[in-house]
């Protein structure tokens, strides 16, 4: 989801400064990862990947790793007794799988720390692209941009950050800070926004 969502993350920096382009485009940018941090009590998912890591993980090496070194030690005593009912050769391609099997277990456990981290993170993901789908709808964004796709040299307006209007929108926690810095910049909008008073004709 968030691949599909951040492709336009692709397009050139050129895209923000062209006058034409953004007068028909309104561009907005977000990131997913301060926003799964706003979540109260979102700390606990670290805590859960690491007891997964040394419980789930690190036990499921240690039984694998047993496991391969007990096979090793009785093929090399008698291959025919090893594994009841395998031929010999069937026992060393067993050992081989198995060895190739602690041979990659790094890459092996990250990816099963990720599918977990998947898992965990799911109803955080669900709820932030549920809201920021109708942010997006009501506001009329037409362009999201992760925010590590700016450029350094551009500032882009506060209003434009989809990440605090997810909050809003979820009732998350914002710093003093930053609400005061939306209320003014909403302020200095709404008066932009005003139509210049008619100028009174002179009898």
Request: glycine content about 2%.
């Amino acid at each position: 989801m968030k691949k599909l969502l951040f492709a336009c993350m692709l397009l050139t920096t050129s895209l923000l400064f062209s006058n034409t382009v953004v007068a028909q485009t309104k561009i907005g940018y977000f990131n997913e990862d301060k926003t799964f941090k706003l979540f109260p009590g979102f700390h606990e998912v670290d805590s859960l990947l690491q007891v997964f890591r040394e419980d789930s993980v690190g036990s499921e090496y240690e039984r694998r790793s047993a496991q391969y070194y007990l096979l090793d030690s009785l093929n090399k005593k008698d291959c025919k007794t090893a594994i009841p009912g395998k031929s010999c050769e069937e026992v060393v391609k067993e050992i081989e799988r198995q060895r190739a099997i602690l041979q990659n277990w790094l890459t092996i456990s990250q990816r099963m720390v990720g599918a977990k981290e998947t898992t965990l993170l799911f109803p955080y993901r669900k709820k932030i692209y549920d809201a920021l789908q109708e942010v997006l709808a009501e506001e009329k964004y037409t362009l999201v941009l992760e925010t590590s796709a700016l450029s350094i040299f551009f500032t882009p307006p506060i209003l434009d950050n989809l990440m605090i209007r997810v909050a809003m929108k979820l009732q998350l926690p914002l710093t003093n800070g930053t609400m005061a810095a939306w209320k003014a910049a909403e302020a200095k909008a709404a008066k932009a926004a005003k139509p210049a008073p008619a100028a009174v004709k002179k009898k």
